[in-house]
Nanobody, 126 residues
Framework: QVQLVESGGGLVQAGDSLRLSCAAS????????MAWFRQAPGKEREIVAA????????YYADSVKGRFTISRDNAKNTVYLQMNSLKPDDTADYYC???????????????????WGQGTQVTVSS
C-alpha cells in the first residue's frame, strides 16, 4: 500500500507556472505507475499526465501537451507535474494516483489506478 500527498497548488495568473509534487510513502515507489488527474467544478475527473515506473514513457492529455511535464524521482519517492503557460481552463483540483501495474492500454483512465492523494487546488485567474 502507498500513501500519496500532493503539494504545490495555489492561485496564479494566466501565463504563470506552477510545479506540483506528490510524495509517496513506502519503499516500493519505483514499482508504481504514476499519474496526475484533475477535476474541475461540475466536471468529471480527467487524466492530465502519466509516467511509467522508471520514467521512460509518458502520456499527456491533448489539452496540456507542450505546456505540462510529468517527471519522477524514484530516489525521493516523488512525482512532479511542471505546469507552464497556465490557462483559466486549467483551474481544478489536481490528484496524484498510483497503479500497481505497468503501463497498459487503459492507463489513461482513473480505473487503472489503485491509490489516490487528497488533491491540491490550482486556480488560474484571467
Amino acid at each position: 500500500q502507498v500513501q500519496l500527498v500532493e503539494s504545490g497548488g495555489g492561485l496564479v495568473q494566466a501565463g504563470d507556472s506552477l510545479r506540483l509534487s506528490c510524495a509517496a510513502s513506502g519503499r516500493t515507489f519505483s514499482t508504481y505507475t504514476m499519474a496526475w488527474f484533475r477535476q474541475a467544478p461540475g466536471k468529471e475527473r480527467e487524466i492530465v499526465a502519466a509516467i511509467t515506473r522508471r520514467g521512460g514513457s509518458t502520456y499527456y492529455a491533448d489539452s496540456v501537451k507542450g505546456r505540462f511535464t510529468i517527471s519522477r524521482d524514484n530516489a525521493k519517492n516523488t512525482v512532479y507535474l511542471q505546469m507552464n503557460s497556465l490557462k483559466p481552463d486549467d483551474t481544478a483540483d489536481y490528484y496524484c494516483a498510483a497503479a500497481q501495474r505497468p503501463q497498459g492500454a487503459a492507463w489513461a483512465t482513473s480505473s487503472w489506478y489503485d491509490y489516490w492523494g487528497q488533491g491540491t487546488q490550482v486556480t488560474v485567474s484571467s
